[in-house]
């Protein structure tokens, strides 16, 4: 499974931003910082572009801007 997949069920909207919960470092401890860095890079393309997030849609399936899938 991979990485992304694995931290899908941590990641939540807020304030028209991606989050990334502090309990996914217990399932991807290597890969938490490298997947904080692409949810802080897609937030800013989200804001620079003027999108909104629609927090009501499953994230799954969902690739984020960076993320190596």
């Known amino acids: 499974m991979s990485a992304q ?3 899908d069920p941590y990641v939540t909207v807020k304030n028209n931003h991606y989050v990334l919960g502090e309990n996914a470092k217990r ?3 290597e ?3 490298v ?3 692409v949810i802080a890079q897609t937030n800013v393309t989200v ?3 003027g999108s ?3 927090k009501d849609i499953n ?3 969902r ?3 960076g993320w190596g899938c």
Do not use: F, P, T
């Open 5 to 7: 997949k694995k931290l």
């Open 27 to 29: 399932v991807v401890s």
């Open 31 to 33: 890969e938490y910082n």
């Open 35 to 37: 997947a904080k860095q």
């Open 47 to 49: 804001e620079n572009s």
């Open 52 to 54: 909104v997030i629609n």
């Open 59 to 61: 994230l799954r399936g």
């Open 63 to 65: 690739h984020l801007i």
